[in-house]
């Protein structure tokens, strides 16, 4: 299986910038995903990376390094909104390209 | 586009029972993964369906088992319900094997 490690808390103030990293370990890497959740309520999608680089998507960013195995997700102009729990998610061809996600980061924003 | 659905959206059965929950995915959509998802274990993956076919299944108990139909809805059995099996069950259905998911809203089951 994969072995995908993402902080479990954060902390930041509204109007700030947070970055969420997440490592991974797989085989056959097919694309990383990220995902948020708010406290009871279903997973959203957010962004998804096969290559290296950086996708914007209006304040939320997200990065990938394959060589690294290494990601991270970056959000702008925090709003009180973007209190949630972001999942990643790695692909694995080698793995019958299943989806294995991360315990996920508990982001708390305060005013 | 309507998004996932899943029915229903809450449940309390006792132990020994047994348990269907249900999943339209987004129209066009022929795979169905579901998740199960505690507090302890974080989102753990059960099986995914693909053109009625089971294409994956996760390291659950064979009390667990799933179908897909023609319409591509999806339906997931739990037979002799445990404590343990208290959870919030998602379903998530993407447009290929390689596409992105989208999960439904979820069904949050209690066992007692």
């Known amino acids: 299986g994969q072995n995908i490690d993402q902080p479990t808390e954060m902390t930041a103030t509204e109007g700030a910038i947070v970055q969420i990293n997440c490592t991974y370990q797989t085989s056959g890497f097919n694309g990383l995903f990220w995902y948020q959740q708010h406290a009871g309520e279903a997973p959203t999608f957010l962004s998804y990376?096969?290559?290296?680089g950086l996708e914007e998507k209006g304040r939320f960013s997200s990065f990938l390094s394959r060589s690294k195995g290494y990601s991270y997700l970056l959000l702008k102009e925090l709003q009180m909104k973007d209190s949630a729990s972001y999942l990643c998610?790695?692909?694995?061809?080698?793995?019958?390209?299943?989806?294995?996600f991360g315990a996920g980061t508990t982001v708390t924003v305060r005013a | 586009k309507a998004g996932v659905t899943q029915t229903p959206r809450y449940l309390i059965k006792t132990r020994g029972q047994q348990v269907t929950l249900s999943c339209s995915p987004i129209?066009?959509?022929?795979?169905v993964s579901w998740y199960q998802q505690t507090p302890g274990q974080g989102l753990q993956f059960l099986f995914e369906y693909f053109s009625e076919t089971q294409r994956n299944k996760g390291n659950f108990p064979g009390r667990f088992s799933g179908r897909q139909f023609s319409n591509s809805r999806s339906e997931m059995n739990v037979s002799t319900l445990e404590l343990g099996d208290s959870a919030l069950y998602l379903c998530?259905?993407?447009?290929?094997?390689?596409?992105?998911?989208?999960f439904g809203p979820g069904t949050r089951l209690l066992v007692l």
């Open positions: 998530a259905s993407s447009s290929g094997l390689e596409e992105t998911q989208y």
């Open positions: 990376n096969v290559l290296d």
């Open positions: 129209s066009g959509h022929r795979s």
């Open positions: 998610a790695v692909r694995d061809r080698t793995n019958d390209y299943k989806l294995s």
